[in-house]
């Protein structure tokens, strides 16, 4: 378990002070996959490199396993550092020595005889795909070859936690989906914790069960990766997960859609968000039966988050205020989000839609 308390870290230049962390507190539980997700600059590496004090806070304290990073003795914080593996973006293996090479230096302190070393090695690369690399140099792997030397050489010492800093970034998506795959795979094999430093939301989708959004050094909004999907509070946070979803590129063609374009004022746009079993129930053809509220559907699409479906649908719904308003209480009654969606007129004449959280509906 992983402990953060009121973190901050501020690192003076010049006349200026900069706070890159901002009273972080933190819990990341034994085999979390924990995100953080964030735009640049937000202060998501300098967090996370508090957890094994490669950063030390300036102010705050940093518990691993119960022990409290920040008072320990240079040597106990050598061995504290060891359960804590970490890899980057861009890999950061030495070109002049080989795949194997690189993971045995990971083991240059170990006392493991040689033999038991090598074997190692052979193990973790035979661990993350790559049994028949051994003896090449880093110039001759793709980059997603490149990232799996470098979590065979930071799983070396037997690490309890594994800080990944964007380490996908550098990588085509297919080749994103494979390393996040095996992340996964390692999570369960080892009982990992991973902390997943990223800037997009698609990567927490994919494999966290938690995830905090950072800005300006702070965490706005943390929780698990289902209910902050659902019910996401802060403007960054919806803004993260509208582009995950794919509901910007949606509302963006929605706005030449004919439906969209010729609205009445007997027609509201509305965004349906919805968790679980919802997703199962006749919901929509309900609303004519039960309020005469027709209902017609413009976008919809349902993920699969740590089996929970998760249903997104853009419709106009048509009748009445007075049967709309029912419609849409009822809905709510039954634990849909509905949010008013509206047309915006953008100074270059063309159109957009956009979810408008603050208007109440009708
Ligand atoms: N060693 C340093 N000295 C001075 N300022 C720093 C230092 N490291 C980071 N900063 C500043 O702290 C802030 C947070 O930086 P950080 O690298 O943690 O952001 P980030 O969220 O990881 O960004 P990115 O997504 O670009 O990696 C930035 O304003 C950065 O310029
Ligand atoms: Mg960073």
Redo the contacts with the bound molecule.
């Keep these: 378990m992983i402990e953060l308390n009121h973190i901050n870290v501020d690192?003076e230049?010049k006349n200026t002070t900069?706070h890159?962390?901002r009273d972080v507190t933190l819990t990341i539980n034994k085999g979390d996959i924990f995100g953080i997700v964030?735009?640049?600059?937000?202060?998501?590496?300098?967090?996370v490199r508090t957890i094994n004090l490669l950063q030390r806070p300036t102010g705050g304290t940093v518990h691993v396993n119960g022990e409290d990073l920040l008072s320990l003795k240079p040597k106990n914080l050598r061995i504290a550092r060891k359960k804590i593996g970490m890899i980057f973006q861009h890999f950061n293996l030495m070109n002049e020595r080989t795949v194997a090479g690189n993971v045995l230096y990971a083991l240059r302190s170990s006392t493991l005889p040689n033999l038991e070393k090598k074997r190692k090695v052979t193990e973790l690369l035979t661990l993350v795909g790559l049994a028949d690399k051994q003896n090449v140099y880093p110039s001759q792997l793709s980059g997603g070859q490149k990232q799996r030397v470098g979590i065979a050489r930071a799983l070396a010492n037997d690490p309890e936690v594994l800080l990944c800093?964007?380490a996908t970034s550098a990588l085509d998506p297919k080749t994103t989906l494979a390393i996040l795959e095996l992340v996964k795979e390692l999570n369960e094999k080892l009982d990992l914790t991973i902390v997943i430093?990223t800037?997009e939301m698609e990567v927490i989708k994919e494999i966290c069960n938690k995830v905090a959004v950072?800005e300006n050094?702070a965490v706005v909004e943390q929780g698990s990766v289902v209910s902050i999907f659902t019910d996401p509070k802060e403007p960054l946070t919806q803004e993260f997960i509208n582009t995950a979803t794919h509901i910007d590129q949606a509302l963006a063609k929605l706005a030449k859609h004919p439906s969209v374009l010729n609205i009445r004022e007997e027609d509201s746009i509305v965004r349906l968000s919805f968790v679980g079993e919802n997703t199962n129930s006749p919901l929509i053809s309900s609303l004519y039966s039960k309020f005469t509220v027709t209902t017609n559907i413009l976008y919809g699409d349902i993920e699969i988050l740590h089996d929970t479906p998760i249903g997104n649908l853009i419709v106009t719904l048509s009748g009445t205020i007075a049967q709309r308003k029912s419609a849409i209480h009822y809905l709510a009654g039954q634990g849909v989000n509905v949010q008013p969606l509206e047309q915006i007129q953008l100074s270059d004449q063309s159109k957009v839609i956009s979810i408008n959280r603050d208007k109440h509906i009708l």
């Design positions: 690192f230049s900069i890159a962390v964030g735009y640049s600059g937000a202060g998501k590496s300098t967090l800093d964007e430093i800037h950072m050094g």
